[in-house]
């Protein structure tokens, strides 16, 4: 065999030797991480999560900031919104209905209960919702951190990791390196490549 076949024979099975146990290794070590090891990284997640990334301060702190305190607003004036629209169509549905069965009085006091929805206008649900979103951000930026660690809500994220079937977290988090995975098992390659054709012009010196 001639140095250029040997060279290139050894250097493609050094660059397969290199590539393929670098891989191995690495699934290895994900595969040992995430079955062996799911509790503690179930565990030290849940901490950094509580005690770091999403405390209960921070938490109460984007709860009562303005823009979450204007859907609250929102939402309120919508349902404020629907239930008149509702007691609107009801109480005028009845009221016309019956309106040749109940007496005059009765039937007339029915058809006053539609309008009462008008009884707010625009500015009455405004003021209203405005003042219901103020009382419920205030209550919730004071008792929120409290309510937060009495009731353990990050135990949300350590039963799910536990509850996450292991090939699934492996996958998940060779997907977000796989760059870099990969670059790991191209140097492997590499690195196995250069052995073997270093080990071609060793033996042919020496042979």
Do not use: H
């Not at 590539?19 to 090891?37: C, D, M, P, Q, S």
């Not at 219901?132 to 205030?138: E, M, R, W």
């Not at 930026?141 to 409290?146: D, G, K, Q, S, Y």
């Not at 140097?187 to 080990?199: D, F």
């Amino acid at each position: 065999m001639t140095l250029v076949c040997q060279m290139l024979v050894q250097g493609a099975v050094g660059f397969a030797i290199g590539a393929g146990t670098n891989e191995l290794a690495i699934r290895w070590v994900f595969n040992a991480l995430f079955t062996k090891k799911k509790k503690l990284i179930a565990a030290n997640t849940k901490n950094l999560i509580r005690t770091e990334l999403m405390t209960a301060e921070k938490i109460a702190a984007k709860v009562s900031a303005p823009d979450v305190q204007a859907v609250i607003e929102r939402n309120i004036r919508a349902k404020l919104d629907e239930y008149g629209d509702k007691a609107r169509t009801v109480c005028t549905s009845f009221g016309k209905r019956f309106e040749n069965r109940l007496p005059e009085l009765v039937r007339e006091e029915v058809m006053a209960l539609a309008e009462v929805a008008n009884i707010f206008d625009d500015d009455i649900r405004k003021t209203i919702s405005r003042t219901a979103a103020n009382q419920i951000t205030a209550y919730l930026a004071e008792n929120l951190p409290r309510i937060i660690e009495e009731t353990d809500v990050w135990q949300i994220v350590y039963d799910t990791i536990m509850g996450y079937d292991e090939k699934k977290l492996e996958v998940l988090t060779r997907e977000v390196a796989n760059r870099e995975l990969r670059g790991v098992t191209l140097w492997g390659g590499v690195i196995g490549a250069v052995v073997g054709l270093s080990m071609s012009v060793v033996m042919w010196l020496i042979g």
